[in-house]
């Protein structure tokens, strides 16, 4: 089993709609939670970190954990174009806080 | 603010040629810092990382190695270069701070032909 899943995609949402990704881990020591997200070619840059149960919001974002069935999901609301790229589920190793291990990311287009 | 550069930013590099990628960090002192390779269409895997000067941890056994020479700065280097070792390869690094929060270099897009 894989340390952190997401489905590789593409997920493809019109223009306004809510996207939803998803990520679920193995580690239930795991504590720390993040989104990054990818676009061809660059660097991941970080939108999210989620540390508790529940929802975080962030302008469009919003970050969701539930810990108990370990899973993870970032929801982008009112979708743009440029919101098209690689997203990037980490949850920090529950051996080594220091490391994060990362999913193999889900691609997201959205069409206008 | 912080900042983190990695250079060069793309190589071609023939088969059994040697290695060097380089990363500094500005801005902050006493991070962790970390060497990622993202081959293409798979995921992030980590290579290194080092919680001090001198200090390293391997994390796949390949013909890659680190090096931490100065606080901020972050050596990747191979004495000889297999095809496979062809990727994207990305500095990263945190802070001590108990957030987990990795900030990511522009990146190394090297290929070995």
């Known amino acids: 089993q894989k340390e952190v899943e997401q489905n590789s995609g593409p997920l493809s949402v019109p223009e306004g709609a809510i996207a939803s990704l998803n990520c679920t881990y193995s580690d239930r020591g795991s504590q720390s939670f993040f989104w990054y997200r990818q676009y061809s070619g660059k660097s991941p840059e970080l939108i999210m970190s989620?540390?508790?149960?529940g929802d975080k919001e962030d302008g469009r974002f919003t970050a969701q954990l539930n810990k108990a069935s370990q899973y993870v999901s970032l929801l982008i609301r009112d979708s743009q174009p440029s919101d098209s790229a690689t997203y990037l589920c980490?949850?920090?190793?529950?051996?080594?806080?220091?490391?994060?291990?990362f999913g193999t990311g889900t691609r997201l287009q959205v069409f206008p | 603010s912080q900042t983190i550069h990695q250079w060069p930013a793309t190589l071609v590099q023939p088969v059994g040629s040697p290695l060097s990628l380089e990363c500094t960090v500005e801005?902050?002192?006493?991070?962790?810092l970390y060497w990622y390779r993202q081959a293409a269409g798979r995921g992030l895997q980590l290579l290194f990382y080092?919680?001090?000067?001198?200090?390293i941890s391997s994390e796949v056994p390949q013909n890659l190695s680190a090096s931490r020479p100065q606080d901020r700065q972050f050596i990747l280097s191979s004495k000889k270069l297999l095809l496979s070792d062809s990727g994207f390869y990305l500095c990263?690094?945190?802070?001590?701070?108990?957030?987990?929060?990795?900030?990511f270099g522009e990146g190394s897009r090297l290929t070995v032909l």
């Open positions: 989620i540390y508790s149960n």
């Open positions: 080092s919680v001090g000067i001198g200090q």
């Open positions: 980490a949850v920090n190793a529950y051996y080594n806080t220091d490391k994060l291990i």
């Open positions: 990263a690094w945190t802070l001590r701070d108990n957030t987990g929060e990795l900030f």
């Open positions: 801005g902050t002192s006493n991070p962790n």
